[in-house]
Every structure is written in structure tokens, then in C-alpha cells.
């Protein structure tokens, strides 16, 4: 109970016991009121609903600007407890689509309109609604943290909108396109790159960044654990495969381990001319000197002169081998578990999910190629 002590003319002392949370001894929290009475109880109910609360003499709340809060906020609670590749793409999110936004503005100024305001611009300006709600969930997760540090009393973010996301149409070769391309990159130096690619169904990062310990070209199998990727400061690196799905063993028929084989016996070739000149990094699919094949020029210089060759229209890039592969495997009647996993995804229902609308159109053309075999054309 508080005690209000008159101190002289509208003048009031106010007392109030205090238990303090750290050796439990009591303590007093004492006050001069200049005012009436009433002043004087009106504070000493605060301070009574203060000390309740547990908020009563706490430190007083920081207000940093955004900018602040993110770089504290990466170190302590992202930069151990993720990959250095993930870790690197938050960095890029941020400065890219972030800071350049709300950086200056301190917590306290993070409204739910701020904010919203700032997904609209990003949506305006072209961003994709995939980049938006990427940009979003770092900001929740940043001032959820921040809500615990008692910095902010509530996440704005919560109570915002993003754009819908929108699944982008997959691109896959029907079947007579992907025998047109096997033979077109046949004639192609790195051939056995797209052999192996459509073969597998592996991510690119997967199997350029695969080394000759993870294949067994006797049981025709590899094992996919590690990916590749390229910082943004330049160089390489080598990292384990995020998912427990991602770490996994795909089979492969003879014809691409009798390839595989052949591959292998001309790169030892170049490595013992090149000696010194030659990077040994045990890579299965290299340069000339065997450091490791980049997206770009894997594109530029080899699958969109192997695309031209074969007559395929569509786009040119190596993730259209990969869809190309879970459909294709599909069609052939291959068990749907066993085609999930060799794709690395989460669950069969996810595969389905992911390629169901490409499904329909596709049966009909291998129906067709089907009974053209059979019956001929006519």
C-alpha cells in the first residue's frame, strides 16, 4: 500500500514498497508530488500497476535507427546459425531492398503503414512478389527479436500485406524435344554436363560442385551432399547441402556411366599434359583447367547452342533440365517417391504440387510418340 506523506503546500511525499526480483530484500520507490492529493494518488497507482507488471524501474527503452538494429541483430542471432551462403543473401535482401527504405527511421517510427508503404514501392517498381515476401520475413523476424528485447512493444510487420505470390510456369521438354537434345549435345564438348543433368535431375549448384569421390560408376550411382556457389566478392566455395531431403543417392544407367567413364579418362589426360597449369579440384565437371564451370558460360557457350541445334524453343537455362527430368521420369511411370527423391524435394506432394499443370499436355505427347511407335504414322 502506498504511502502519501504532505511535505508543506500541495506538496506530497510518495512512498511505496518495492520487492526487488534479484536477492528478494525490499526496497522503496519514493516520489515528491507538487500538486493535489489527488496528483499524488494518481501517480502512486501507476507506479503500483509499474511495480505488478514488473516493468517498474527498468532500464530506459533504446530507440536505434533500423540500420543499427539490423547489423547488431545479424551478428547475434544469424551469422552462427545459418549458412555463410544464406548469411550472404540476408546481407544482399537488406542493403538492396531494405535499408535503402526504412534504414534511418528508429523502431519507434516503424509503423504498420511505414512499412506497407514500402512494399507497395517495391511491388511498383517490378520487384516480384517472391523478393517482397523474402524482404518481409527478415523485417518480421528482426523486430519479433526486437518485441523479446522489449525495444518495441508490438511487430508492425504482422499487420501488413504482401503481394500474392505467383507460381511461374515451368518450362520442360516433351519427350521428342529431350531425344532431339541428347543427341544435339552429343557433338558439345561439355555434352556429358546436360547428359548427366537430365539424367539426374540434380540442382546445377549439386552437380557442378560434385567431385569424383561422390560417384561409383560400377554401381552407377552418386551421392549428393555438397553444392557449389560464388560469393559476391569473387572465388568459390564449397558447401553442405542445406535440407535433410537435399542429402541423397540417385542411380543412373549405364549409357551415362559408360560416358561418365570416358569423361573421366580425358580429363586425366589434359590434367598430367597441363601438370602445374592444371587446378585440381577433383571436380567431376570442369574448365580447361579445371577450375570450376560457371552458370553463364555453361549457357552462353554450350546449352543455347545445343537448344538452337535441337530445334527447342522456350527458355535457355540448366533449371529446365532439372523440371524436364521429374516430368519425363513421371510419363515413363517411374514410382512418384522414388522421383521426389532423386529431385531432393521435401515430399511427394510437394513434386505434385510443383508439376501437375505441365502433366496434362505432356501425356498426350508421349501418347502420341507411343502410338507412332507402335502404329506408325499416319
Known amino acids: 500500500m502506498a504511502e502519501i506523506i504532505p511535505r508543506g503546500t500541495d506538496k506530497w511525499l510518495v512512498r511505496i514498497s518495492v520487492l526487488r ?88 517510427e516503424l509503423t504498420v503503414l511505414r512499412i506497407q508503404s514500402v512494399y507497395n514501392e517495391l511491388s511498383e517498381a517490378g520487384l516480384s512478389p517472391r523478393t517482397v515476401s523474402f524482404a518481409h520475413s527478415l523485417i518480421q523476424d528482426a523486430l519479433n527479436q526486437a518485441v523479446l528485447g522489449r525495444l518495441i512493444e508490438f511487430n508492425p510487420t504482422l499487420s501488413t500485406r504482401r503481394p500474392p505470390r505467383k507460381k511461374k510456369p515451368i518450362d520442360v521438354f516433351s519427350p521428342a524435344e529431350a531425344e532431339r537434345f541428347m543427341k544435339a549435345a552429343k557433338t558439345d564438348q561439355l555434352g556429358i554436363v546436360f547428359w548427366f543433368a537430365l539424367a539426374i535431375g540434380a540442382r546445377p549448384e549439386e552437380y557442378l560442385g560434385l567431385q569424383w569421390p561422390e560417384l561409383d560408376l560400377h554401381k552407377r550411382e552418386v551421392t549428393i551432399h555438397q553444392s557449389i556457389w560464388w560469393p559476391k566478392g569473387g572465388g568459390w566455395k564449397i558447401e553442405e547441402v542445406k535440407t535433410q531431403s537435399s542429402l541423397r543417392t540417385i542411380n543412373f544407367n549405364t549409357t551415362v556411366a559408360r560416358a561418365l567413364k570416358a569423361h573421366k579418362t580425358s580429363q586425366d589426360e589434359i590434367r598430367l599434359r597441363l601438370g602445374n597449369k592444371y587446378q585440381n579440384n577433383n571436380f567431376v565437371f570442369t574448365t580447361k583447367i579445371g577450375t570450376p564451370l560457371s552458370f553463364r558460360d555453361l549457357v552462353l557457350r554450350h546449352l543455347k547452342p545445343i537448344m538452337e541445334r535441337a530445334k527447342i524453343d522456350g527458355p535457355i537455362n540448366l533449371y529446365r533440365l532439372r523440371h524436364s527430368f521429374v516430368t519425363l521420369s513421371i510419363l515413363s511411370g517411374a514410382d512418384l517417391k522414388s522421383v521426389s527423391r532423386a529431385a531432393g524435394h521435401s515430399s511427394v506432394a510437394f513434386t505434385m504440387d510443383t508439376y501437375q499443370h505441365v502433366l496434362p499436355s505432356m501425356r498426350k505427347d508421349a501418347a502420341e510418340k507411343v502410338g507412332a511407335l507402335l502404329f506408325g504414322r499416319r
Do not use: C, M
Open 21 to 108: 526480483n534479484d536477492n528478494g530484500k525490499r526496497k522503496r520507490h519514493s516520489k515528491l508530488i507538487n500538486g493535489k492529493k489527488k496528483d499524488a494518488l494518481k501517480y502512486a497507482r501507476e507506479i503500483e500497476t509499474k511495480r505488478d507488471l514488473g516493468t517498474l524501474d527498468t532500464p530506459k527503452i533504446q530507440d536505434p535507427t533500423l540500420d543499427d538494429y539490423l547489423n547488431d541483430w545479424l551478428i547475434a542471432f544469424k551469422k552462427r546459425t545459418v549458412r555463410e551462403r544464406t548469411y550472404a543473401g540476408y546481407e544482399y535482401v537488406l542493403k538492396q531492398y531494405v535499408r535503402p527504405y526504412l534504414g534511418k527511421d528508429k523502431l519507434s
